[in-house]
């Protein structure tokens, strides 16, 4: 798929938000994306994009799937690359984020890779530092690569997204992939719905262009994506969901509402999953589920996204 | 859960009545006929003849309208059987011409959980003689911090949620309640008073309180919770009920959120529209309340609110009490009265008392409860259940505890003189309680 808008191609510095990102950005870097997963399924992964270029993943808070799809993105890529978990560290003796950044620039990284638990910590970051920042999640705010893998996992399944109708479902609230989402969906011409108890929504979720529904089965009524999310454990024990069985029976995605979705609907989850919680044990494992699809993207489109930055990296 | 008709009832017609339905208005001589557990036709062709092979109950002119809803039973059962069963509980409500009683969760445990619900539908069933529904706790243990599973408890078939005798004092956790109940259009029902301002406190602060030199609390520790309680309403949406307001600011309150159009309903309980702070006299504990009885100008503002319409709900706030709990000095005795019997009686007090017509009285007791329940009862239509009471409203008699059915006798009535008196009580077709079997013998 070819892009056609006046933006052609990423040439930012930073990736920190989709918010501000054109059709034709995603669409340049979801066509890298597929060049990488293809690489990806080679017996030789490795590029030379990145040689002699070094990655910082400065995580904040605490990630398996996002730090690690990072770190092998950044080594087919030719990187090197340090993982700091800073969360066991320096932010426990007392330093601040401001320090922290001034501290890791000093070690001249290339590109810095940040998760934080506070939405806008990984901007303040990139307004310290030298290098180029990738934003890898900051608390309910942003998660780019993860709406990119899911766009990219949209797209080669359906061969496309514009047009679509994409069902977002549970702690919209407290979710960045879900905003996200939002925004790249919007951006590609998707119809994006979130489905939610209100507990769980924020307010005037209205207004963020998407059709609110706090009944699961109306949400999915003719979906062609169900995209389901994470709800966090302290979450659900009264404060803003009465109970995980309760949860479950009205917002748990089980073969009765999925039968209201499209035949063909393809069902997504960012990971890791709560079986029982917010998606049943077999419909994670069903024909139609792309999650494990959503993990390969995810290496891809994290090379992509550091592809195209290494263009913009100062060569002297 | 509703009392079922059973298929092979003898039909009933109640010819010579005064038929007074609350829902319409209506108030004209005619007849009603009962089949099937249900209404089938009512009107003035039936004033006189009845169909055949129907029984035939002559009304001699007097009452014949809806059976009373009292959405405020506190019960013992379970955990406090001793004080009230729901099997007793029920014969004082068919006495007192309360066909549908809405059992509160306040109990040991508390009915927070589903198989809870099912266990006092199964109890009801099995014990009870009028329809008996759940209002189920809206947090876990009452304990006003965690939210129970309110779509699964109202699947069950609790009817509302509450947190009975006591208010949510955490804000977060209020709005929450009310956003995600709005989900499933379930009816919150609060009682509104501040617990820290309440601490210590037995009775209405002022001048009583001062002469009897007991710890009072001021009237603002409800229309503070009150005020708050709307705020969250209209962040939310959510359905709300005042359980049972007592003051004038309250009321003000409640004018104001209903001219917004919010979702805001109020209730009264009959003790605060029939006496107030005077009457504890010498340290009376039956009239030891919660909220406390007020001022004798509190008192007439909750009757006009009713006549107004302000008010939607009379409550018997039914609590008993043993000795065991209100044989203490007035300051260390427990809250509550029983009234499941002296509900419609107290109330034709105002009627007779010419401060409150009879429609406006019985509507905030049938009609307008069915109504925030989503209840078929409270009305005289053709298909309602026949969910019916004759009431002679003239007729003399005296409260005597020795007469009363619940099982707790603390009821504040006790030796007064009513006038007005259920003559026969029926749920779904079933005669529950007849006066002259009961009482003539």
Known sequence: MTSSSPQASFTRRHLLTCGDLTAGEINALLDLADKAAESNRQINKKREVLRGRTLINLFFEASTRTQSSFELAGKRLGADVMNMNVSASSMQKGETLIDTAMTLNAMRPDILVVRHHAAGAVELLAQKV??????????????PTQALLDALTIRRAKGRIAGLTVAICGDIMHSRVARSNINVLNTMGARVRVVAPSTLLPPQAERLGIEVFTDMAAGLDGADIVMMLRLQRERMQGSYVPSTREYYHFFGLDHEKLARAKPDALIMHPGPMNRGVEIASTIADHSRSVIRDQVEMGVAVRMAVLEAMARQLPNR | MRKNGTATQEATTFLNARLVDPATGKDEPGGLLVKDGVIAELGGHLRRN????????????????PGLIDMQVFTGEPGQEHRETLKT??????????????????????IDQVALVDFIQRRARDNAIVNVHVMAAMTRGLKGQEMTEIGLLQRAGAIAFTNGKSSVANTRVMRNVLLYAKDFGALIVHHTEDPHLTEGAVMNSGEVAARLGLPGVDKAAETIVLERDVRLVQMTGGRYHAAQLSCAESLAVIRAAKARQLPVTCGVSINHLTLNENDIGPY???????????????????????????????????????ADTKRHPFAEAADGAIGLETLLAAALRLYHGGEIGLMPLLRAMTIHPARLLGLPSGRLEKGAPADLILVDLGQPWVVD???IRARSKNSPFDESKMQGRVLLTMVAGNRVYEYASAERG
Do not use: W, Y
Request: net charge negative; proline share 6%; aromatic share 2%.
């Open chain 2, 401 to 403: 505890k020795a007469q």
């Open chain 2, 50 to 65: 009845a169909p055949d092979r129907t029984r035939i109950i002559d009304c001699r002119g007097h009452v014949l309208c």
């Open chain 2, 89 to 110: 509980a029920s014969h004082a409500a068919a006495a007192g011409g309360v066909t549908t009683m809405v059992v509160m969760p306040d109990t040991e445990p508390v």
């Open chain 1, 130 to 143: 030298d290098c180029s920042v990738v934003n890898a999640g900051d608390g309910a705010h942003q998660h």
């Open chain 2, 284 to 322: 009376r504990t039956f009239f030891r309340l919660k909220p406390p009885l007020r001022a004798e100008q509190d008192r007439s503002a909750m009757v006009q609110a009713l006549a107004t319409g302000e008010i939607d709900v009379i409550v018997s706030s039914h609590d008993p009490q043993d």
